[in-house]
């Protein structure tokens, strides 16, 4: 039978990121070492992921990415929400004009070329430790 190896989960990707364009931040960074696996197939370009510095927001447990991280698998979510700021989440004026389209091409191109070695079976994520999860 087949196994999940990895689920990405990709979220609020329509603004720059707290470090501007070509970068992003996955949730649950220290909890697999996906995050090391993605940045190591970019190097060389110039995007960047990084831990999610939202912490205190507990995206990681609030998003689509839980339900199989409770499961073991290394499931998480790639944002570029500035959860501190958004002036348009969740508002009647979240319209796709506030969206940078360019952006989050380039934002889902690096996801693509992050993720090609797991896809190729080169590089297996860590499982996620369930019992370290809420």
């Not at 087949?2 to 364009?21: D, H, L, P």
């Not at 190591?40 to 992921?49: D, I, S, V, Y």
Request: a negative charge; zero cysteines; charged letters at 25%.
């Amino acid at each position: 039978s087949s196994k999940v190896m990895a689920m990405f989960n990709i979220e609020m990707i329509g603004t720059e990121s707290k470090w501007g364009k070509n970068s992003a931040y996955i949730t649950g960074y220290e909890k697999t070492d996906l995050g090391k696996i993605l940045e190591k197939n970019l190097a060389g370009t110039a995007f960047k992921f990084y831990p999610d510095p939202y912490p205190e927001q507990q995206l990681f447990y609030r998003s689509d990415n839980a339900t199989l991280a409770r499961q073991g698998v290394a499931a998480h979510t790639i944002s570029t929400s500035k959860m501190d700021s958004e002036k348009f989440y969740h508002t009647l004026d979240d319209e796709i004009e506030t969206l940078d389209m360019q952006n989050m091409a380039e934002i889902i191109k690096a996801i693509a070329l992050s993720s090609t070695s797991i896809i190729a079976g080169k590089d297996t994520p860590s499982r996620v430790d369930t019992k370290q999860l809420r």
